[in-house]
T-cell receptor
Framework: DAGVTQSPTHLIKTRGQQVTLRCSPK?????VSWYQQALGQGPQFIFQ???????QRGNFPDRFSGHQFPNYSSELNVNALWLGDSALYLC????????????FGPGTRLTVL | QKEVEQDPGPLSVPEGAIVSLNCTYS??????FMWYRQYSRKGPELLMY????GNKEDGRFTAQVDKSSKYISLFIRDSQPSDSATYLC???????????FGGGTRVLVKP
């Protein structure tokens, strides 16, 4: 049973560029959430997708956007990258918008130079 | 003030000792409480998931929740060097999936 998978593992970008991160949820899960984890800190909630719509959003600017596909996989897009966007980006999935708890993927480490 | 406070550590203990971790929170709307373990450069791994006040045990792990004091704890018995990791508490409201995390406590178990 495959868990949550994310790609790529690592990514290096320069300021002002755009980036797309990808996530496939655990088998049987239909809800995907994205988190940002800066070095030495706990993860911060970005947003959640269910039935291909954004259902909840954390305190992140519009530069952060996402998408969920019919197969429940998801993308996180960040435009106009800042140095402060350097972080581990985590995807989590669960089976329903308000049920069960979340299982995390290994993350994508983004470095902005 | 952060919604969830967690001592960053590091917490260093000898192998076989009991590891005691805790978090305090300010928002009484939080109803579900979790503990995750995170190894360096990896994603968080769910250890414990609790709802009601009281104790929940799973192997060497015991989670405690005191909603009246807004205080949760995790105890690890017979600690092993493989328990060396960062431990994150997380919590959420009754509705929705947004998890609010503490900053994590780094634990080092010395052989």
């Amino acid at each position: 049973d495959a868990g949550v998978t994310q790609s790529p593992t690592h990514l290096i970008k320069t300021r002002g560029q755009q980036v797309t991160l990808r996530c496939s949820p655990k088998s049987g899960h239909d809800t995907v959430s994205w988190y940002q984890q800066a070095l030495g800190q706990g993860p911060q909630f970005i947003f959640q997708y269910y039935e291909e719509e954004e259902r909840q959003r954390g305190n992140f600017p519009d530069r952060f956007s996402g998408h969920q596909f019919p197969n429940y996989s998801s993308e996180l897009n960040v435009n106009a990258l800042w140095l402060g966007d350097s972080a581990l980006y985590l995807c989590a999935s669960n089976g329903g918008i308000s049920t069960d708890t979340q299982y995390f993927g290994p993350g994508t480490r983004l470095t902005v130079l | 003030q952060k919604e969830v406070e967690q001592d960053p550590g590091p917490l260093s203990v000898p192998e076989g000792a009991i590891v005691s971790l805790n978090c305090t929170y300010s928002n009484s709307a939080f109803q579900y409480f979790m503990w995750y373990r995170q190894y360096s450069r990896k994603g968080p791994e769910l250890l414990m998931y609790t709802y009601s006040s009281g104790n929940k045990e799973d192997g060497r792990f015991t989670a405690q929740v005191d909603k009246s004091s807004k205080y949760i704890s995790l105890f690890i018995r017979d600690s092993q060097p493989s328990d060396s990791a960062t431990y994150l508490c997380a919590m959420r409201r009754a509705a929705g999936n947004k998890l609010t995390f503490g900053g994590g406590t780094r634990v080092l178990v010395k052989p």
